[in-house]
């Protein structure tokens, strides 16, 4: 068998572009072990191989946003427990997101919420002057003082939409993310990053053939 997409493969490049193609269509990696017919392990091996390119693929295509961007955090994880306090309560991994308005998202987890967290986050993401969008929470205190045109909505007041002052299109990301993770039906925190990433790839690419983008960047190495 020869594979040139992956080196020393003990898959053929034919069952490989079959199960690239279900990849592409997020089907999972079990389902994707049945249809191909190949061993479940096999099939997980090359997801994992394919999210590992996908995550430095969204590294590589990342570029600092200028315009309008939405800035919010969320929480990804179980259920909270009942009687648990705060953002984020109980074993929920933190993530913030950038989204630039008709543009791309950017994802990073953080340890928690806090300024000293996302302040480096944003600097490092979104030029100054920018306009940015967030709600009320005090983690996003600063921005104006960093050279940001800030602008808030204040979700506690039941305050959604302001004229422009909105985060709809972030939140609308993390709909469509929390879903892909409930697909999954949970994800080891191990591989928590790997998912978020390629759930952002996939967000940023929502009009393209991720097929075709797919093979045209493959560069594969043996786990």
């Not at 009320?136 to 302001?162: A, M, P, Q």
């Not at 009009?207 to 043996?222: E, Q, T």
Request: positive net charge; glycine residues 8%.
């Amino acid at each position: 068998m020869t594979n040139r997409y992956i080196c020393d493969a003990r898959i053929s490049e034919r069952k490989f572009k079959e199960l690239l193609k279900m990849f592409c269509t997020d089907i999972s990696a079990l389902a994707a072990s049945k249809l191909a017919v190949v061993n479940r392990k096999t099939s997980q091996r090359i997801y994992e191989l394919l999210r590992r390119r996908v995550l430095e693929l969204a590294m590589e295509e990342a570029r600092p946003f200028t315009g309008e961007v939405e800035i919010d955090e969320s929480y990804f994880g179980p259920r909270r427990v009942r009687g648990g306090r705060g953002r984020g309560a109980g074993a929920k991994t933190p993530v913030i997101g950038l989204l630039k308005r008709g543009g791309k998202v950017f994802t990073g987890v953080v340890k928690n919420c806090s300024r000293a967290e996302l302040e480096p986050i944003i600097k490092g993401q979104v030029l100054s002057r920018t306009t940015v969008y967030t709600d009320g929470w005090l983690g996003y205190d600063g921005l104006l003082l960093s050279g940001y045109k800030h602008r808030r909505i204040h979700h506690h007041e039941n305050e959604f939409v302001r004229g422009k002052n909105h985060v709809n299109g972030i939140e609308s990301f993390w709909s469509y993310a929390k879903f892909r993770f409930i697909k999954l039906r949970g994800v080891r925190r191990e591989f928590f990053f790997l998912n978020l990433k390629e759930s952002e790839w996939r967000w940023n690419h929502r009009a393209d053939n991720l097929y075709f983008i797919s093979l045209k960047n493959l560069r594969l190495k043996p786990l």
